[in-house]
T-cell receptor, first 120, second 114 residues
């Protein structure tokens, strides 16, 4: 079974541009979560989607948005990029809605390798 | 809000030694889950071990075990017979029951030396 796939793996943008990152979850997984990883802040929660609905959003400005499609694939978008948006963006999938017991595996996230964004 | 603290930014041990990574958390919740995730260099993060707060028995997964002290809000990870492949960043994480997110600690960079 293929793992979580994130594209692109690396990208360089300049301030003011926008970026779209894509995530394909493990087949059969319907929940997708996004995290931002930086050396200073560590892993910060961005969003969680289940069945095309955003169920939770982290403390990020409105420039950060996302969506989930009917096939569970997810995208996140960052508009008007700032230098501080440089980070590794991690996508993770889980079988069911995160936080609800699914066969005793609640909280088990399967991560992709991440998309490393550099903003110049 | 819940917080997770890992007080050891970096650790280094020799192969075959036992190493313990520390984690403390702050919460007023009574039902929650705790996790240790491993992020090897340039590879994806994977779940190492998981503990439900209502279970008194410490979780174990082969060479990995935890010492869960609920009253002290402590959740340490012990790696026995460490191997070179254990070299990674280790993140402690917390999730309250019903939440849609995990709260991660800052991580501990563990290096296993040959």
């Amino acid at each position: 079974k293929a793992g979580v796939t994130q594209t692109p793996r690396y990208l360089i943008k300049t301030r003011g541009q926008q970026v779209t990152l894509s995530c394909s979850p493990i087949s059969g997984h319907r929940s997708v979560s996004w995290y931002q990883q930086t050396p200073g802040q560590g892993l910060q929660f961005l969003f969680e989607y289940f069945s095309e609905t955003q169920r939770n959003k982290g403390n990020f400005p409105g420039r950060f948005s996302g969506r989930q499609f009917s096939n569970s694939r997810s995208e996140m978008n960052v508009s008007t990029l700032e230098l501080g948006d440089s980070a590794l963006y991690l996508c993770a999938s889980s079988l069911g809605p995160l936080g609800l017991e699914i066969g005793g595996r609640s909280g088990e996230l399967f991560f992709g390798e991440g998309s490393r964004l550099t903003v110049l | 809000a819940q917080t997770v603290t890992q007080s050891q930014p970096e650790m280094s041990v020799q192969e075959a030694e036992t190493v313990t990574l520390s984690c403390t958390y702050d919460t007023s919740e009574s039902n929650y889950y705790l996790f240790w995730y491993k992020q090897p260099p340039s590879r994806q993060m994977i779940l190492v071990i998981r503990q439900e707060a209502y279970k008194q028995q410490n979780a174990t997964e082969n060479r990995f075990s935890v010492n869960f002290q609920k009253a002290a809000k402590s959740f340490s990870l012990k790696i026995s017979d460490s191997q070179l492949g254990d070299t990674a960043m280790y993140f402690c994480a917390f999730m309250k029951q019903g939440a849609q997110k995990l709260v991660f600690g800052q991580g501990t960079r563990l290096t296993i030396n040959p």
